[in-house]
């Protein structure tokens, strides 16, 4: 398993918003609505933790 910064996902939704994903494998999925509901559980919506829509 990886671990730090290699360890995360980075996806965006359709409507642009950013996610960071704790999964293992993603399967090549390259969009936040490709992700199971299990899978989703492990994202963060990166725009609630650093407060603004763009930083």
Do not use: A, P
């Not at 965006?12 to 989703?40: A, R």
């Amino acid at each position: 398993m990886k671990s730090g910064y290699d360890s995360l996902t980075w996806l965006n939704d359709k409507d642009g918003k950013e996610y960071v994903c704790t999964i293992d494998d993603h399967d090549g999925k390259n969009s936040f609505e490709q992700l199971t509901d299990e899978e989703k559980k492990h994202c963060s919506n990166v725009n609630e933790i650093v407060g603004t829509e763009r930083w």
